[in-house]
């Protein structure tokens, strides 16, 4: 499927001679994600302009990469209605193609980024979907399934992050699947792995717990993630487990609600709630820990589960189908269904009195994570397949 030949020779791209590449971004919010995108980027020498259009700031150590430039478009009024309908902003993202001249254009979420991007015509067009984008949203409005069909209309290529969402665009959208890369989005595993041994006691003994079965909940506190299953499964642990203490991180639409829950089944001493914190502070934490839990309802690949995997932890996570895709009951990890308080309450509780099997699933999961989740390893996909849609896409 070639969409570049039928194209407005102004809005075609522009290949460089040599190998660094200029690369337009369009982002919404610039994510953890997007950063690593972008330092990657800016390390391998390409150029990179950011183009973003969301109220949160841009990082300024972002700003400072050597060959990254930003276009922001700061919403002020109606500001999520405007990051959902982003038709307005086309004119703006056509100025910066002509401006920037870039050899290839990259997107992220389809309806609101992904759609701006297939509106202005531009090849070649790399979509990496964010996962609830394709899975979820298409559900929830004709607006944004109208917009997905756009998108893989005018996608040269779908880079997603699991199987199941890779399917999913197939069977809905009718996309060539030899045009989509299955495409985690890794981490740094050795960074990490090399964390646990020197950090793991003296964080342990800093939140006084050197004696309690440590569970990790890093998900954001909205609805998707099934938090409240989570609690609902807690209440029954600690009736059976006094040991188990929880590190609450993230937030969301829900916080508020949840630590009044919490508060009201009397379970405050059982529960650390962080917030939202830096990167670097997660990972020291998550060191501390005995097990992750996931109760997702629906996700693409979890950065938090690969960074979990890579501090050796044993994970119980719900059955939404990217999990499966990592995690194997019974050999890394444990599985229960969606929405099962009672069995993931069941699946905390075994780890808990059995640490050879907690152990035994934690060197596993490093071993895995080695294996698939990489992040230098990833790149280097991402980067051949930029450079290939660059080569099909010359201007003649």
């Keep these: 499927m070639n ?51 969301h109220w949160r700031e841009v990082p300024e150590e972002l700003l400072r990469l ?18 959902f309908l982003p038709v307005h902003l086309l004119p703006r993202l056509q100025r910066v193609i002509r401006e920037f001249r870039p050899d290839v254009m990259h997107a992220g979420n389809t309806w609101n980024e992904g759609y701006l991007a297939a509106l202005s015509g531009f090849h070649p067009l790399l979509v990496i979907p964010y996962g609830s984008d394709v899975l979820l949203d298409t559900q929830r409005s004709f607006l944004f399934r109208r917009a997905n069909r756009a998108v893989f209309r005018a996608a040269d290529w779908v880079a997603c992050d699991a199987e199941h969402v890779k399917r999913k665009i197939v069977a809905d959208f009718g996309y060539p699947p030899e045009q989509i890369t299955i495409f985690p989005k890794g981490i740094d595993v050795e960074s990490i792995a090399r964390l646990r041994d020197p950090l793991r006691a003296t964080v342990r003994k800093e939140l006084d717990w050197e004696k309690h079965f440590v569970l990790v909940m890093s998900r954001n506190h909205e609805p998707v993630y099934g938090i409240d299953v989570f609690l609902r499964a807690m209440e029954r642990v600690v009736k059976v487990e006094q040991r188990c203490r929880v590190l609450m991180m993230g937030e969301g639409s829900l916080t508020t609600g949840f630590k009044e829950w919490v508060s009201t089944h009397g379970m405050d001493d059982y529960f650390l709630w962080m917030g939202k914190i830096p990167r670097t502070d997660l990972l020291r934490l998550l060191q501390a820990g005995d097990a992750y839990v996931s109760a997702s309802l629906s996700d693409g690949t979890s950065v938090s589960l690969l960074e979990a995997m890579a501090s050796r932890l044993p994970v119980v996570v719900s059955d939404a189908p990217s999990n499966l895709e990592w995690v194997q009951e019974g050999y890394n990890g444990e599985i229960f269904p969606r929405g099962d308080e009672t ?9 808990a009195a059995d ?19 990489d992040w230098g390893r990833s790149y280097q996909e991402l980067e051949m397949i930029y450079s290939q849609l660059i080569k099909k896409g010359k201007v003649q």
């Design 3 to 53: 969409r570049t030949t039928a194209l407005p020779r102004r809005l075609r791209s522009f290949p460089n001679s040599d190998r660094a590449m200029r690369i337009l971004f369009l982002v919404s919010c610039v994510t953890a994600h997007d950063e690593k995108f972008v330092r990657s980027f800016s390390e391998a020498g390409h150029v990179v302009r950011i183009f973003s259009f």
């Design 66 to 83: 050597p060959n990254v430039t930003l276009t922001r478009i700061h919403l002020q009024f109606l500001a999520r209605a405007q990051r």
């Design 343 to 351: 069995t993931l309450a069941s699946k905390i509780l075994m780890l």
């Design 355 to 373: 640490p050879v099997r907690s152990r035994e699933y934690g060197d596993r999961n490093l071993a895995v994570v080695r294996k698939r989740g």
